[in-house]
C-alpha cells in the first residue's frame, strides 16, 4: 500500500494571536448592562466604565483581574525571602572548613598546627571569611572543591540575574566556558557604549549576535530589543540589592569580588548595568521590596521574583484605568499572560473588544458638550431588549397577546381571504393547509390513494392554497404617559422600572404602531415635556412635589395637536398630587395635598374625560391617600386603576395600551 495514503496529523494549542474560533463578543448583554445603569441614573461614560470594571457573568473584569495581579504580588512578598544564596555560601564555607579541621586533624607538622589556628580564627562574617580564605591553601581536596563551589556559585548567580537560564547552563563550567562569559561581556559592553554614543550599531548587533547569540534566548532583533530585554532584568538586579537589609547588602558588595575567583566579572557587570541605566532611565533602579516569608531565593530567584513583582504593580496600574489618558489597549496581554494565564489575558481582550465595538459599531455619541450619550441605536436595542423581556410576561397570562406580533398592520376581522401580491398579513395557517389537502385529493390521477401519497411526501402548498387574516385599519391614538419623578420614586427603588417602562413602549409605538403619537412627561415639583432620551439619562432628583397638575395640562396640550386621534393617557406615580401650578405659573407644594391642589388636578382629569381620553392609573406602593384618590378619579371619569408589582410595570402600561387599541 502507498506510503502516500497515510498523513499524520498534529494539534496544538493555537499562538498566533485572538482564537479565530472564538465567538463574537455578546454586545447585547454589555448594552443591556450599561443601560440599566444609565437609567438608574449614572452618566453612559461612568456606566461603561463600571461595566469594563465588572466584566458580566462569562468575562472577569478590570477590577477581578487586578486583584489577581496584586494577591500575586502579595503572595510572592509574603512567601518568599532573599537568604537563599547567602544560605548557601554559608553551607559550602561550613562544609569546606569542617572537611580542611579533618584533614588538618591528622597531620602533625607544625604548619598544620599553624592553620588550625588560622581556620578557628576565621571571622564570623561569611564574606570576610571567604575573603581571608581566597587566598588559603588548601589541604583536603574536599574542602578545596566546596570552596571553589562558592565562587562559582556567586558567578552564576550574578550573570544569572541579568541573563536567562545562565545559573543551569554554568553549572560544571571551565575556564573556557568563564573566559567565554568575559568575551561576551566586554562585546556587550563595547556595544551599548556605542549605542549610548548615538552611533549606528546595526552591523556591530549583527556580528555581536553572530558571535554570543546563544546567551540570549529572547532573539532580539535589534539593538533597542537588546537592551529592553537586559535593561529589565539589570534594574531587577539593582532591585533585589536595594531590597536587602544593610548587613546583607555589604555581605553581597564583598561577596561578589569572589565571583568565579576574581573581581573582573563584577567589573564588567558593574559596567553594563551602568549603561543600560543610561540607556533606560525611565525603569525603577532605585525601587525595593521586602519579603517576608520562609522560602529562601538565590540572587538570581530573587532579581526574577522582583521582576514579576514589577511587572504586577504595573499590570495592575493598566487594569485600574486610573490614570490620564487611559485604554484597554494599553494592557500588556503578553505579561498579563505570564503572570496569571492565559484566561486573564482572555478576559482582558474580550474587555477590550467589547469597549472597541460598542464605540466603532455607534452605541455611543458625543453630544455638543462633549459629553458621552447613549445614541439613538443603543436606544433602539436597549428597547428591544426591553420590549422582548415585557412581551414573554405578557404572552405568559391568559387573554394577553404577545407584544412581538400584535397589531402590526391592523385589527384581526376575523375572516380570511385569498392571498395577493403585495399582501403582508400573516397567513391563516388552518384555512391554508386545508386548501392544500383539498387540492391535492382533487388533483390525484384515477386509481391512486391521495392520501398515501401525502404521507409519504407531506403536503405540498401551492400559492393559489394560501389565506391571509383579514384585518381592518386601525384609528390612530395620541398617547401620552406621564410618569413620577419625585424623589420618592428614586428612595422607593422604582426608579428604573419607570424608564424601562417607557422604554419599551416607545419602542412598541415606534416599531408596531407607527401611526400612533406617543408623548413622554416627567413630573415632580413640576412637569417637562422630555423624549426617551432624555429620559433614560434622567439623574435622580431631590424635588419633593408631585405635580400632577401641571403634567395634565402639559397632557392636553399634546392631545389637542390631533384632533381625530383616540387619546390615551397613562400615569404612572406612587404619590397622590401635592403640588400645582399657581396663577403666576410657579407651582405651589403642600403637604398633606391641599385641597386647592385636588381641586385643580381633578378639573383637569374631567378635562381629558370630556375630550374622550381613556385614563389608567398605574399605582405603585401603598400609600392609601393615592389609593382613595385613584380610586374616586376611575368612578368619577370612567378610567382605570392598576396595582402592578414593580416588575410587572412595563408589562401592566404595555398591555393596558393595547388592550385600548382593541
Same mark, same amino acid.
Request: net charge negative; aromatic share 6%; glycine share 8%.
Given at each position: 500500500?502507498?506510503? @502516500?495514503?497515510?498523513?499524520?496529523?498534529?494539534?496544538?494549542?493555537?499562538?498566533?494571536?485572538?482564537?479565530?474560533?472564538?465567538?463574537?463578543? @455578546?454586545?447585547?448583554?454589555?448594552?443591556?448592562?450599561?443601560?440599566?445603569?444609565?437609567?438608574?441614573?449614572?452618566?453612559?461614560?461612568?456606566?461603561?466604565?463600571?461595566?469594563?470594571?465588572?466584566?458580566?457573568?462569562?468575562?472577569?473584569?478590570?477590577?477581578?483581574?487586578?486583584?489577581?495581579?496584586?494577591?500575586?504580588?502579595?503572595?510572592?512578598?509574603?512567601?518568599?525571602?532573599?537568604?537563599?544564596?547567602? #544560605?548557601?555560601?554559608?553551607?559550602?564555607?561550613?562544609?569546606?572548613?569542617?572537611?580542611?579541621?579533618?584533614?588538618?586533624?591528622?597531620?602533625?607538622?607544625?604548619?598544620?598546627?599553624?592553620?588550625?589556628?588560622?581556620?578557628?580564627?576565621?571571622?564570623?562574617?561569611?564574606?570576610?571569611?571567604?575573603?581571608?580564605?581566597?587566598?588559603?591553601?588548601?589541604?583536603?581536596?574536599?574542602?578545596?572543591?566546596?570552596? /571553589? /563551589?562558592?565562587?562559582?556559585?556567586?558567578?552564576?548567580?550574578?550573570?544569572?540575574?541579568?541573563?536567562?537560564?545562565?545559573?543551569?547552563?554554568?553549572?560544571?563550567?571551565?575556564?573556557?566556558?568563564?573566559?567565554?562569559?568575559?568575551?561576551?561581556?566586554?562585546?556587550?559592553?563595547?556595544?551599548?557604549?556605542?549605542?549610548?554614543?548615538?552611533?549606528?550599531?546595526?552591523?556591530?548587533?549583527?556580528?555581536?549576535? *553572530?558571535?554570543?547569540?546563544?546567551?540570549?534566548? +529572547?532573539?532580539?532583533?535589534? =539593538?533597542?530589543?537588546?537592551?529592553?530585554?537586559?535593561?529589565?532584568?539589570?534594574?531587577?538586579?539593582?532591585?533585589?540589592?536595594?531590597?536587602?537589609?544593610? +548587613?546583607?547588602?555589604?555581605?553581597?558588595?564583598?561577596?561578589?569580588?569572589?565571583?568565579?575567583?576574581?573581581?573582573?566579572?563584577?567589573?564588567?557587570?558593574?559596567?553594563?548595568?551602568?549603561?543600560?541605566? +543610561?540607556?533606560?532611565?525611565?525603569?525603577?533602579?532605585?525601587?525595593?521590596?521586602?519579603?517576608?516569608?520562609?522560602?529562601?531565593?538565590?540572587?538570581?530567584?530573587?532579581?526574577?521574583?522582583?521582576?514579576?513583582?514589577?511587572?504586577?504593580?504595573?499590570?495592575?496600574?493598566?487594569?485600574?484605568?486610573?490614570?490620564?489618558?487611559?485604554?484597554?489597549?494599553?494592557?500588556?496581554?503578553?505579561?498579563?499572560?505570564?503572570?496569571?494565564?492565559?484566561?486573564?489575558?482572555?478576559?482582558?481582550?474580550?474587555?477590550?473588544?467589547?469597549?472597541?465595538?460598542?464605540?466603532?459599531?455607534?452605541?455611543?455619541?458625543?453630544?455638543?458638550?462633549?459629553?458621552?450619550?447613549?445614541?439613538?441605536?443603543?436606544?433602539?436595542?436597549?428597547?428591544?431588549?426591553?420590549?422582548?423581556?415585557?412581551?414573554?410576561?405578557?404572552?405568559?397570562?391568559?387573554?394577553?397577546?404577545?407584544? &412581538?406580533?400584535?397589531?402590526?398592520?391592523?385589527?384581526?376581522?376575523?375572516?380570511?381571504?385569498?392571498?395577493?401580491?403585495?399582501?403582508?398579513?400573516?397567513? &391563516?395557517?388552518?384555512?391554508?393547509?386545508? *386548501?392544500?389537502?383539498?387540492?391535492?385529493?382533487?388533483?390525484?390521477?384515477?386509481?391512486?390513494?391521495?392520501?398515501?401519497?401525502? %404521507? =409519504?411526501?407531506?403536503?405540498?402548498?401551492?400559492?393559489?392554497?394560501?389565506?391571509?387574516?383579514?384585518?381592518?385599519?386601525?384609528?390612530?391614538?395620541?398617547?401620552?404617559?406621564?410618569? @413620577?419623578?419625585?424623589?420618592?420614586?428614586?428612595?422607593?427603588?422604582?426608579?428604573?422600572?419607570?424608564?424601562?417602562?417607557?422604554?419599551?413602549?416607545? /419602542?412598541?409605538?415606534?416599531?408596531?404602531?407607527?401611526?400612533?403619537?406617543?408623548?413622554?412627561?416627567?413630573?415632580?415639583?413640576? %412637569?417637562?415635556?422630555?423624549?426617551?432620551?432624555?429620559?433614560?439619562?434622567? +439623574?435622580?432628583?431631590?424635588?419633593?412635589?408631585?405635580?400632577?397638575?401641571?403634567?395634565?395640562?402639559?397632557? /392636553?396640550?399634546?392631545?389637542?395637536?390631533?384632533?381625530?386621534?383616540?387619546?390615551?393617557?397613562?400615569?404612572? =406615580?406612587?404619590?397622590?398630587?401635592?403640588?400645582?401650578?399657581?396663577?403666576?405659573?410657579?407651582?405651589?407644594?403642600?403637604?398633606?395635598?391641599?385641597?386647592? =391642589?385636588?381641586?385643580?388636578?381633578?378639573?383637569?382629569? @374631567?378635562?381629558?374625560?370630556?375630550?374622550?381620553?381613556?385614563?389608567?392609573?398605574?399605582?405603585? #406602593?401603598?400609600?392609601?391617600?393615592?389609593?382613595?384618590?385613584? &380610586?374616586?378619579?376611575?368612578?368619577?371619569?370612567? #378610567?382605570?386603576?392598576?396595582?402592578?408589582? !414593580?416588575? #410587572?410595570?412595563?408589562?401592566?402600561?404595555?398591555?393596558?395600551? !393595547?388592550?385600548?387599541?382593541?
Amino acid at each position: 500500500m502507498s506510503p @502516500d495514503r497515510y498523513h499524520r496529523t498534529r494539534y496544538r494549542r493555537y499562538t498566533g494571536g485572538p482564537d479565530p474560533l472564538a465567538p463574537p463578543v @455578546d454586545l447585547r448583554s454589555a448594552l443591556d448592562a450599561i443601560g440599566e445603569d444609565v437609567m438608574s441614573g449614572v452618566s453612559p461614560e461612568r456606566a461603561l466604565r463600571e461595566f469594563l470594571r465588572r466584566g458580566d457573568g462569562t468575562t472577569r473584569g478590570l477590577d477581578r483581574l487586578a486583584e489577581l495581579a496584586n494577591r500575586r504580588r502579595r503572595e510572592l512578598l509574603r512567601e518568599r525571602n532573599l537568604d537563599g544564596t547567602f #544560605g548557601d555560601i554559608r553551607k559550602l564555607l561550613d562544609e569546606a572548613v569542617l572537611a580542611e579541621r579533618k584533614q588538618l586533624a591528622r597531620d602533625l607538622d607544625d604548619e598544620a598546627r599553624f592553620a588550625e589556628m588560622q581556620i578557628g580564627a576565621l571571622p564570623s562574617s561569611t564574606a570576610q571569611a571567604v575573603r581571608e580564605l581566597a587566598d588559603y591553601q588548601w589541604r583536603s581536596s574536599q574542602a578545596r572543591e566546596k570552596y /571553589q /563551589q562558592i565562587a562559582d556559585l556567586l558567578g552564576r548567580e550574578l550573570l544569572d540575574q541579568r541573563f536567562a537560564g545562565m545559573k543551569q547552563a554554568l553549572e560544571g563550567a571551565n575556564e573556557q566556558d568563564r573566559q567565554a562569559i568575559s568575551e561576551m561581556l566586554s562585546d556587550l559592553n563595547e556595544l551599548l557604549d556605542a549605542h549610548n554614543r548615538g552611533e549606528d550599531t546595526t552591523e556591530r548587533f549583527a556580528e555581536f549576535m *553572530n558571535k554570543h547569540g546563544e546567551y540570549f534566548p +529572547e532573539n532580539p532583533e535589534n =539593538t533597542e530589543e537588546l537592551i529592553d530585554a537586559l535593561a529589565r532584568r539589570s534594574a531587577a538586579a539593582q532591585q533585589f540589592f536595594n531590597s536587602l537589609t544593610p +548587613e546583607q547588602q555589604a555581605e553581597l558588595a564583598e561577596l561578589s569580588q569572589q565571583a568565579f575567583g576574581s573581581p573582573q566579572l563584577m567589573g564588567q557587570l558593574s559596567q553594563m548595568d551602568a549603561a543600560l541605566r +543610561e540607556a533606560r532611565p525611565d525603569l525603577d533602579w532605585d525601587g525595593g521590596q521586602r519579603f517576608s516569608g520562609d522560602n529562601p531565593m538565590g540572587l538570581g530567584e530573587g532579581a526574577a521574583a522582583l521582576r514579576d513583582i514589577g511587572e504586577l504593580e504595573d499590570l495592575a496600574e493598566q487594569l485600574s484605568q486610573g490614570y490620564a489618558g487611559a485604554q484597554l489597549e494599553d494592557i500588556d496581554l503578553d505579561a498579563l499572560t505570564r503572570q496569571l494565564g492565559d484566561e486573564a489575558a482572555a478576559d482582558a481582550r474580550t474587555l477590550a473588544e467589547l469597549d472597541r465595538a460598542l464605540r466603532e459599531q455607534g452605541f455611543f455619541q458625543r453630544d455638543p458638550d462633549g459629553q458621552l450619550r447613549l445614541s439613538p441605536k443603543a436606544m433602539r436595542q436597549l428597547g428591544q431588549a426591553i420590549l422582548r423581556d415585557i412581551a414573554a410576561q405578557l404572552s405568559s397570562r391568559a387573554g394577553e397577546r404577545d407584544a &412581538d406580533v400584535a397589531g402590526r398592520l391592523g385589527e384581526p376581522t376575523g375572516a380570511t381571504r385569498e392571498w395577493a401580491y403585495g399582501d403582508t398579513e400573516p397567513w &391563516d395557517v388552518t384555512r391554508t393547509i386545508g *386548501n392544500s389537502v383539498l387540492r391535492t385529493v382533487a388533483e390525484a390521477p384515477p386509481g391512486s390513494d391521495p392520501l398515501a401519497d401525502m %404521507a =409519504t411526501r407531506g403536503v405540498r402548498i401551492d400559492m393559489g392554497d394560501v389565506e391571509v387574516t383579514d384585518t381592518q385599519a386601525r384609528p390612530q391614538a395620541a398617547v401620552v404617559l406621564l410618569v @413620577d419623578t419625585s424623589f420618592s420614586m428614586v428612595m422607593e427603588g422604582r426608579w428604573t422600572p419607570m424608564k424601562r417602562t417607557a422604554l419599551a413602549l416607545n /419602542q412598541l409605538i415606534s416599531t408596531r404602531f407607527r401611526s400612533d403619537e406617543l408623548h413622554l412627561i416627567e413630573f415632580g415639583r413640576y %412637569a417637562r415635556d422630555t423624549d426617551v432620551n432624555e429620559l433614560t439619562s434622567l +439623574e435622580p432628583r431631590m424635588e419633593q412635589g408631585t405635580n400632577l397638575h401641571h403634567a395634565l395640562l402639559l397632557a /392636553q396640550r399634546h392631545l389637542r395637536r390631533f384632533p381625530n386621534a383616540q387619546p390615551v393617557v397613562l400615569v404612572v =406615580t406612587d404619590g397622590e398630587p401635592t403640588a400645582h401650578l399657581d396663577s403666576g405659573g410657579e407651582p405651589f407644594f403642600y403637604y398633606p395635598p391641599h385641597p386647592q =391642589t385636588i381641586g385643580l388636578t381633578v378639573r383637569e382629569l @374631567d378635562h381629558l374625560s370630556r375630550m374622550g381620553a381613556q385614563v389608567t392609573f398605574f399605582k405603585l #406602593g401603598d400609600d392609601p391617600g393615592l389609593a382613595r384618590f385613584v &380610586d374616586q378619579i376611575a368612578r368619577r371619569i370612567g #378610567g382605570r386603576v392598576v396595582s402592578p408589582d !414593580l416588575d #410587572g410595570l412595563g408589562a401592566a402600561v404595555v398591555g393596558d395600551y !393595547l388592550r385600548s387599541r382593541h
